[in-house]
């Protein structure tokens, strides 16, 4: 298909997911993220009707990379609410730390680097999966290393044998991916992607962050952007049908003393009438007279994602996160 067909598919798609209001097309998986915490189980009870996954944060691994830390309490209480909606509950297991409010290249290579941290940390993960009722898993290292790549690979199928052992053989192991638009940006955070197709059910490319509080201000995810990132990833292996396309539900300002996210509610109340929607990159932005500039993602944006995936013939899409928006219609 020609870029100019692809451009008239892509804009049929959008116009009949606005008309129906649908969440997405027939056919597309649909996972929505959330951290425990106050209103948590009511944001994923009113996302189950229009989830196929709800992915649960929260659980880390701890600094000396050789253990996971204390769970955080109600993650039963989320799977429960997410499996007895219909929505397949999903434990994220991540290397962020809380001193530096960031993801933790150090935790990282830590728990990658051993082989005995990688079968503890999965046999634990596998266990608090299968006690807290979860039907699968989702790898969220992030900020790693080009050093981390076969470790990853490694580690990744340690998690799928004690899954498989805990819960069972249906049970799923998913991987969350730093979005890169080339080879070496894939390589170089951590990922040899081929190699992780053996091991992992289904990736999702985190197609947002492509601006934020550490660069100068900018789109978070603009369409082009997110499908360079989508080819650099299949060029490396991943097939489309494996693939689920990243959603920000957020945006950030810059300037007025203080660089931040904030939902689209946040962001179109403090543009009012200086909001401008942009049809290239599916995304709002506006620069407030104070001389603040704001960019987000709200549900039109995820609505225009939802026919990308479509249109990349892909598995699904992921929305990052409840706490800041619903899942759209």
Not at 140 to 147: F, Q
């Amino acid at each position: 298909m020609s870029r100019r067909a692809a451009l008239v598919v892509l804009g049929a798609l959008v116009a009949a997911s606005l008309l129906t209001g649908c969440a997405s097309p027939a056919g597309l998986q649909v996972e929505a993220y959330v951290e425990p915490g106050a209103r948590a189980v009511h944001r994923v009870r009113d996302a189950v009707p229009l989830a196929s996954t709800i992915g649960i944060d929260g659980v880390t691994v701890a600094s000396d990379g050789a253990t996971l830390a204390t769970p955080p309490g109600g993650l039963d209480t989320l799977a429960a609410t997410a499996n007895g909606g219909g929505a397949a509950a999903e434990l994220l297991v991540s290397n962020y730390a809380e001193e530096l409010g960031d993801f933790s290249p150090r935790v990282g290579t830590a728990l990658l680097s051993s082989a005995t941290n990688r079968e503890r940390v999965a046999r634990q993960l596998a266990t608090a999966a299968e006690r807290s009722g979860m039907r699968g898993v989702q790898i969220d290292l992030e900020s790693l290393r080009a050093r981390d790549r076969a470790d990853l690979v490694s580690f990744a199928a340690a998690v799928r044998t004690a899954v498989h052992d805990r819960i069972g053989p249906d049970a799923t192991v998913s991987m969350a991916v730093m979005a890169s638009t080339d080879g070496a940006g894939y390589r170089d955070t951590g990922y040899d992607l081929r190699a992780l197709m053996e091991h992992v059910d289904r990736f999702v490319l985190m197609t947002y962050d492509q601006h934020g509080p550490w660069s100068s201000p900018g789109t978070v995810g603009s369409l082009p952007w997110t499908e360079r990132v989508v080819r650099a990833a299949q060029r490396q292996g991943l097939t489309a049908d494996r693939i689920d396309l990243g959603i920000a539900g957020y945006g950030y300002v810059w300037g007025g003393g203080a660089d931040r996210l904030l939902s689209p509610a946040a962001a179109r109340s403090a543009a009012g009438d200086a909001a401008t929607w942009s049809r290239r990159d599916g995304e709002w932005s506006a620069t407030l007279g104070d001389g603040r500039e704001l960019h987000w993602s709200d549900a039109r944006s995820y609505r225009v994602r939802t026919a990308l995936a479509t249109e990349l013939g892909l598995h699904g899409v992921a929305l990052w996160s409840l706490g800041t928006m619903p899942l759209p219609h």
